[in-house]
């Protein structure tokens, strides 16, 4: 079922994480994602070292005792089961070992007590601390699923077509498992035009959630009901100043597409967007007056206003959070030119949904490439593009 009224996209994919993705999250927290050979090789590889040590090194030294690695760094990689199976592999190269080097007497407490009991011990121990280990790994799955799942309740993917809009999306959250970014998005039509806010929440974790809650929740609401920008704003300034600690706030980014040609924009602390052309040049544009972020507007007298932009149907707006356009370059540190990298990668989203998601996408992979493939922030892009009076082309 789609919420078509809003365009925030399907309501079943909000419900929670479906449970391949919950599998697969558990699997990469554990490394069971990689083969038993992979995971086995750590202790196969000490395994063999220690059988060449002690080979190498001649009868008169036993070194056979070393195998007890083993077992300690199969605990590492390895489920209980399959620690004992690999365990009962270095058993028998310490067995081996131990008769190469003639100590291989149970009267010989070098043997007995050296090699074999301490070797066994040492496996029991290694399995029970394998089975925390998974016990542990799955209790952190669970966490970051329902995170996963939080997530994305509170950000409903939105329809690729909302009201004359064309929209793509990339959002990756870079806060660890069990924590939520604080970026925030959401398209809506309404009887005063599409409407559109981003947003970035100061800080990360549930008080970003509640926070992050009350801006989107006032915004669903205002935005049908009030006919200006400024007015969608101050009812969100009136949610957050109840429900919001004293000192949090909210960077955002309004957009209202009413006319054909143009679009209202309302700064309040945000990164501004960049209109990239058909030609794939590419402006910042400039907001002579901008405001303070919600949850700031106490400090201030006044109200905010918004600016008209033209608006073609052959431009992309491009809008942003900082976890981009402050990523910083895996070699000299520097921030992520987008000002510059955008225009040639999304001149031509304007063509199709295709090349709409096509220059979403080149975007974001040019953003992982400067970084060196990780991002140190959460980022948000989303390109938007108002096409002729056929927007499903």
């Known amino acids: 079922m789609h919420l078509r009224r809003g365009g925030d996209g399907p309501v079943g994919e909000a419900g929670g994480v479906p449970p391949s993705r919950q599998r697969s999250a558990l699997l990469a927290t554990d490394l069971q994602d990689l083969s038993l050979l992979r995971r086995a090789a750590p202790a196969l590889v000490a395994m063999v070292v220690v059988s060449l040590a002690d080979y190498l090194s001649g009868q008169d030294r036993y070194l056979a005792p070393l195998m007890v690695v083993v077992p300690s760094i199969a605990a590492l990689t390895l489920r209980p089961r399959e620690l004992l199976a690999v365990c009962f592999l270095g058993l028998i190269a310490l067995l081996g070992l131990s008769r190469y080097d003639r100590v291989d007497n149970l009267a010989d407490s070098r043997f007995l007590y050296g090699a074999m009991v301490s070797y066994v011990a040492v496996t029991a121990l290694s399995a029970g601390i394998a089975e925390l280990r998974m016990r542990r790994a799955a209790a952190f799955a669970a966490v970051s699923s329902v995170a996963e799942a939080a997530q994305r309740a509170l950000l409903r993917q939105p329809d690729p077509v909302v009201g004359p809009l064309r929209l793509a999306v990339r959002y990756v959250s870079a806060a660890d ?217």
């Open 177 to 393: 498992a069990g924590r939520i970014g604080g970026d925030l998005y959401s398209v809506l039509d309404t009887p005063y035009g599409t409407r559109l806010l981003v947003g970035d929440v100061r800080g990360k974790g549930l008080g970003a959630v509640q926070t992050a809650a009350v801006v989107l929740g006032a915004f669903r609401e205002a935005a049908y009901d009030e006919e200006s920008l400024p007015a969608v704003a101050g009812r969100i300034e009136a949610s957050v100043h109840r429900h919001v600690p004293d000192g949090e706030f909210t960077t955002a980014m309004f957009a209202g597409f009413r006319e054909p040609g143009s679009v209202d924009l309302l700064h309040l602390g945000h990164v501004p967007p960049l209109r990239v052309h058909a030609d794939g040049t590419s402006e910042v544009v400039e907001f002579p007056d901008p405001w303070v972020p919600l949850g700031l507007g106490h400090l201030v007298t006044g109200r905010p206003r918004p600016i008209a932009v033209p608006f073609g149907p052959q431009d992309v707006l491009v809008l942003c959070t900082d976890g981009v356009i402050e990523a910083r370059g895996a070699r000299g540190g520097e921030f992520y030119p987008l000002a510059e990298r955008a225009g040639p990668l999304v001149h031509d989203g304007w063509r199709s949904l295709t090349h709409l998601d096509a220059a979403v996408a080149g975007l974001y992979a040019d953003l992982l490439a400067h970084t060196g493939g990780e991002l140190g922030d959460d980022a948000l892009l989303l390109l938007v593009t108002r096409p002729g009076p056929d927007p499903a082309g």
